[in-house]
């Protein structure tokens, strides 16, 4: 894998979530990555929330974090119709949730994904066609750039 690929598969993909918190939907994406330790890794993005929120604005968040024993990184995407509350910058609520997990150790990896993610994500046309998806082959495809 190139140093910054995004790696999303449709497996990793949740279309249609009905979580009713930030906490719930984060969750249910933690769960998409099952060769994750699924409390720890939660752990690692709620301190990381803790810290300040990762809700950029327009309807989009990147929850991120370091996680002990990953080999490579690992990227779960949410499309939630009605939007969670996530401490947004811009006060909406969110409706694309791209959470990033890198290995401890890899600073310049986590860095270089965390800004193509961003970079990304604010297109409006990209976002559009996140939130229009009907299938979550849709969605990775997307993020094959």
Request: glycine share 6%; net charge negative; aromatic share 2%.
């Amino acid at each position: 894998m190139a140093n910054e690929d995004l790696m999303v598969t449709p497996e990793h993909v949740l279309l249609g979530s009905k979580a009713e918190s930030k906490r719930a939907l984060l969750t249910e994406m933690v769960k998409l990555l099952t060769s994750v330790d699924l409390d720890l890794a939660l752990e690692v993005i709620t301190a990381r929330e803790k810290l300040g929120s990762t809700g950029m604005g327009h309807g989009v968040a990147i929850p991120h974090g370091r996680l002990e024993g990953l080999k490579e990184p690992q990227i779960a995407v949410a499309i939630h119709e009605q939007g969670v509350d996530f401490d947004a910058i811009d006060g909406e609520l969110v409706n694309i949730v791209v959470m990033l997990l890198v290995p401890n150790d890899d600073h310049q990896i986590h860095l270089g994904l965390l800004a193509k993610l961003a970079r990304l994500l604010q297109q409006a046309p990209i976002r559009t066609a996140l939130k229009q998806a009907k299938h979550p082959d849709e969605v990775a495809q997307i993020f094959k750039i």
